[in-house]
Nanobody, 123 residues
Framework: VQLQACGGGLVQAGGSLRLSCAAS????????MGWFRQASGKEREFVAS????????NYADSVKGRFTISRDNAKNTVYLQMNALKPEDTAVYYC?????????????????WGQGTLVTVSS
């Protein structure tokens, strides 16, 4: 399984970015997907997750109302739309594939990880 994340970059506070993560080597539509992030000097933390069919989502409190996770199973791709970005959103963002079809927020429930894409939000 390979996960390729892209879409990161430098944006001013209040701006938007859309991250994408393309999966290969798997039956994408049967697995839950998640986004995590890791800021410099901090532990990796949960951001958002989505169930295999896209019907259920879960968000960290810090991003609720600003970020939206979605997926296109026909394209084997999961997205993270990030609006109203804040400097504290600066981190490397990782997409991950769960061990099953659920939308867990637990790090250990994810078996495969992408390489990460850097998001920098300037104040």
């Amino acid at each position: 399984v390979q996960l390729q994340a892209c879409g990161g970059g430098l944006v001013q506070a209040g701006g938007s970015l859309r991250l994408s993560c393309a999966a290969s080597g798997c039956t994408f539509s049967t697995y839950g997907m998640g986004w995590f992030r890791q800021a410099s000097g901090k532990e990796r933390e949960f951001v958002a997750s989505i169930s295999w069919g896209g019907g259920r989502t879960n968000y960290a409190d810090s991003v609720k109302g600003r970020f939206t996770i979605s997926r296109d199973n026909a394209k084997n791709t999961v997205y993270l739309q990030m609006n109203a970005l804040k400097p504290e959103d600066t981190a490397v963002y990782y997409c991950a594939m769960s061990r099953g079809g659920s939308h867990s927020s637990r790090f250990d429930d994810y078996a495969y990880w992408g390489q990460g894409t850097l998001v920098t939000v300037s104040s």
